[in-house]
């Protein structure tokens, strides 16, 4: 819940990246000159779609707690369950995307097509299949991942065992 809390504060930042996203495929396009002008909008439009940040975390949490507890039976590593939960919300962050980058006043952005996060996955599923649609640019977003949990067991490694080696333990001064 406060992971979905922060992403929901943050949203315009992610609102900002897939909409500049989708301005980077059109060339001589800019939708947007300065920042300043990207921040002179209403809140509707900064929020569009924010709210599909706690149903997506609800799901990421949950499949990767069910993970965790295979994972103590079968012992396989931890980004087996951490990617596994990426998997499912990909579809999601999909949606979410599209939902950010519609716009009735911006040239170039998508047409208003989707009103919710369950009419956005109707619509792609119907129109464009899983996967072509719901799980487009999943291999390169999957090794980003996949990488980034890398890189952050590689750096976060060496400092977790710095910290253990200083921590003393109650019985060990008794």
């Known amino acids: 819940f406060i992971y979905s809390c922060i992403e929901f504060v943050i949203h315009p930042f992610y609102l900002i990246e897939s909409r500049y996203i989708l301005q980077n495929r059109l060339p001589h396009f800019r939708v947007y000159n300065s920042l300043f002008k990207l921040f002179n909008r209403s809140s509707t439009d900064l929020y569009q779609g924010a709210l599909s940040h706690f149903p997506k975390n609800f799901l990421l949490f949950s499949v990767v707690l069910l993970m965790e507890n295979l994972r103590l039976t079968f012992s396989f590593p931890i980004y087996i369950s951490l990617l596994t939960g990426f998997t499912v919300i990909y ?3 999909t ?80």
């Open 91 to 93: 579809p999601i962050n």
């Open 95 to 174: 949606v979410l995307r599209r939902l950010c980058c519609q716009s009735l006043y911006d040239a170039g952005m998508i047409p208003i097509r989707y009103i919710n996060l369950l009419h956005g996955f109707s619509l792609i599923y119907r129109e464009e299949g899983i996967r072509k649609g719901l799980y487009k640019g999943y291999l390169p977003y999957i090794i980003g991942m996949y990488l980034l949990i890398q890189c952050h067991d590689f750096f976060t490694g060496p400092i977790n065992s710095m910290t253990k080696k200083g921590k003393v333990d109650i019985d060990d001064t008794l």
